[in-house]
């Protein structure tokens, strides 16, 4: 039997019955200790699950598999009933495998991965909604059913036409155990492309209220910029204490993005440069590039230097490619780009034969190398037969440039998107979606091999 756990991609390569590996069983290793000889390192992380309203809680089972430089399981771990992990770190491990197998499997590898503290892996199961206050609720715009015809409402990231109607329908879900949480940013954006925003506060509403013009205090200030620095789109954002809102888009000649600096504490836009699509047998390839930017309180913001996925990404995303065709450890090499990147990636999606979806992450520095991965035989037996749908290749940057074990420490500080870091956070993606799974592993090199970069087409919201 093939190997599926050795890395996310040989899923695509054996789907066609192509690519290498060892077929032998990985090593159960469920759970197992850490070696006689007591290292000095140490493993800490808490894994967390949180709901549709954003209710968080600690989770059990989840495994943590620490690999040495070939991928051989030298430790394993999982999660107690506070979602909590402490272990001996041993003197082979190079990587780090967590595993969330709960109705699926999610995987995340980092490649020369740094010891000690690993802080919050976070998973998401918006389809729990215990502890949640969901609830419909009817706005009565009545205010603003003539004087403001054609404008556009936002409740959060709800969108609604104002064309003479006197109420929308707003499904609101948040925690029953804070109040907080339950304040809504608001947006009224007028034909005339001036803008107000404001905040309402649902803890008290049950399934209805009234909006005012008295309701949007904060008038809107477009971002300024030379034609947004010629990016195909523009998100603008602002902050609510841990929460980022007043969430709105401008395409490049049209409609300004606008901040709220009466209501929001800091703002910024991120700036997107989209590639084509590639049709090519069951495979479609597309890009994107962004870059993220402080915006001041007047709308002022430095003009960024947005990346390009250029000939030297596709080239080495190609190589990549080609190289998977053999055996591992897979090498690949993005150290040319000229942006400053300090983290690549790779991942696939898919599902098992029950319809549970699967994916596998991994990350680590721009130039390096993909050992065969192995996982306990429990969990690699849930790779033994999945229907991929995409593989997606990224590159990840902060600042002037870090480096990956830097990069590593802002991830799990959190801090990247902190008030005093906000700058200069850029990205570079390729895409493939899978639509046969059965032809698309021998066609995704051939498909690559004369790309031609176009900035055009939708947008996809940043990692």
């Not at 499997?105 to 502890?131: H, K, M």
């Not at 979606?433 to 090199?445: E, P, R």
Request: charged fraction near 15%; charge should be negative; proline fraction near 4%.
């Amino acid at each position: 039997m093939k190997k599926l756990g050795i890395f996310p991609v040989a899923l695509l390569l054996t789907a066609c019955g192509g690519g290498g590996g060892s077929s032998e069983t990985p090593q159960d290793t469920t759970p197992s200790q850490p070696p006689v000889t007591t290292p000095t390192q140490r493993i800490s992380l808490t894994a967390v699950s949180y709901n549709a309203c954003n209710v968080e809680t600690p989770l059990a089972g989840v495994d943590a598999v620490l690999q040495d430089s070939a991928g051989q399981v030298v430790a394993h771990y999982q999660t107690d009933s506070q979602g909590h992990i402490d272990g001996a770190w041993p003197s082979t491990a190079k990587h780090l495998t967590v595993v969330n197998a709960h109705g699926g499997l999610d995987a995340s590898t980092t490649l020369d991965a740094t010891p000690g503290e690993q802080g919050t892996v976070y998973f998401s199961d918006f389809s729990n909604e215990d502890g949640c206050s969901c609830r419909d609720i009817t706005v009565d715009v009545s205010a603003f059913a003539f004087s403001n015809s054609g404008a556009k409402l936002l409740l959060g990231s709800s969108s609604y036409s104002l064309n003479g109607q006197t109420d929308v329908i707003f499904n609101s879900c948040s925690s029953l155990a804070s109040s907080s949480d339950q304040t809504l940013d608001i947006q009224l954006m007028d034909t005339d492309g001036t803008a107000k925003a404001g905040k309402l506060d649902l803890s008290a509403v049950t399934n209805a209220l009234t909006l005012t013009q008295d309701d949007f205090t904060a008038p809107g200030v477009a971002v300024a910029g030379s034609q947004y620095f010629n990016a195909y789109q523009v998100t603008a954002r602002g902050k609510r204490g841990d929460y980022w809102g007043w969430t709105n888009n401008a395409d490049m000649g049209n409609t300004a993005a606008l901040i709220y600096p009466a209501v929001s504490q800091n703002n910024f836009v991120t700036l997107y440069q989209i590639g084509d699509q590639i049709p090519a047998d069951g495979v479609v390839a597309s890009n994107y590039a962004s870059i993220r930017a402080r915006v001041a309180a007047d709308g002022s913001v430095d003009e960024p230097n947005v990346p390009v996925v250029g000939q030297a990404f596709w080239g080495s995303t190609l190589a990549l490619l080609q190289d998977m065709e053999g055996d591992a450890p897979y090498f690949y090499d993005f150290s040319s780009e000229a942006d400053g990147m300090s983290s690549f990636s790779v991942v696939v999606a898919g599902t098992d034969t029950s319809g549970n979806n699967v994916s596998w992450l991994i990350s680590g520095p721009v130039k390096g190398e993909i050992p065969d991965l192995n996982l306990p035989t429990a969990l690699a037996n849930q790779l033994t037969d999945i229907n991929l749908q995409s593989m997606d290749i990224y590159l990840r940057g902060y600042g002037d440039g870090i480096s990956w074990a830097d990069f590593q420490k802002l991830q799990r500080e959190g801090t990247i998107g902190i008030d005093s870091q906000l700058d200069n956070y850029r990205i570079k993606d390729v895409y493939f979606q899978i639509t046969d799974s059965v032809t698309a592993g021998k066609k995704l090199s051939q498909s690559q091999r004369q790309p031609t970069v176009q900035w055009f087409g939708p947008g996809r919201d940043a990692k």
